[in-house]
């Protein structure tokens, strides 16, 4: 009888990929790419108050935070090694209108939130949003005029908003909104204002995708928006428009570019990264996280293993970085080696 592996050898010839994962130091001598602590960005949710930890039912893990506990949580944020943490705020109802004039107060619950995270812990990374939403008594990114999202006043008034943001410490301004010609605006806005060295992340390609629910009930928009947001972010079915849309943002001073959301999205991710070789950012948004909480409280997966398979897998695709609800429980597994 002739020798199986000779038959094998003679269909393969001298190929063997097995032989590189064959023990765990060759498979990790041979990776090629890693997932670290330095690749993680914590976004997190805050509310007027003092001493309130507030559980969001639809974000299992995830909680509101009043700024004395949000420091807290940046401390150990910090102490783990995660770079910056990015900020979003729900402002009591009474506070919005139709203009989101609230993001224009310079004492604002996102200013104070940085002013109080940059006082205690100086080292860490502040990334805050313009974007209206939290602002607005009908739930969009901008100014509302009839049945349109105006614009050039929108973009008016994020730069004001950014300037503010940047006095109040931020090191980093990331317009979420996806309105035209915000980021150059926003960027000779904080020049003009002497803030040359505040950085820009932009959403350069933000879909309109079904992925957002749990986000806005964290934030207290889910039952305010008024129609959909169509008219501005991007057909989760068009590539080449993200790009040019991403090209644009590149062009008007950018420093960062950021994808979202992130896993159905990594074809997006890679081509940003091929294209512009910028730092590269995902978002894995609120509705990503909470399909694998979910099916991991149920059983149906290995929570723990696909939170980090799902992180790592930004990385393959070229993000330097990722957003992510995670990065506490990934940071404390990353730091267990």
Known sequence: MQDKTHLVDEITGHRRM????????TRRLVQESRLTVDDLIWPVFIVPGSN???PIPAMPGVNRMSIDRLVEAAKEAADLGIPAIATFPNIEMDLRDETGSNALEANN????ATIAVKKAVPNIGMITDVALDPFTSHGHDGILRGDEIVNDETVEQVVKAAILQADAGSDIISPSEM????IGAIRRGLDAAGHQNVGIMAYATKFASGYYGPYREAISTAGL??????????????????IRDAAFDVEEGADMLMVKPGLPYLDICWRLKENFGLPTFAYQVSGEYTQIKAAAMNGWIDGERVMMETLLCFKRAGCDGVLTYFALEAARKLAKG
């Open 18 to 25: 097995r032989r590189n994962r064959k023990a765990d130091w």
């Open 179 to 182: 309105m035209d010609g915000r």
């Open 225 to 242: 928006l008024k129609g959909d947001k169509n008219s501005y972010y991007i057909s989760p079915a068009n590539g080449m428009e993200a």
């Open 109 to 112: 619950l996102i200013n104070q």
């Open 52 to 54: 309130i930890l507030d």
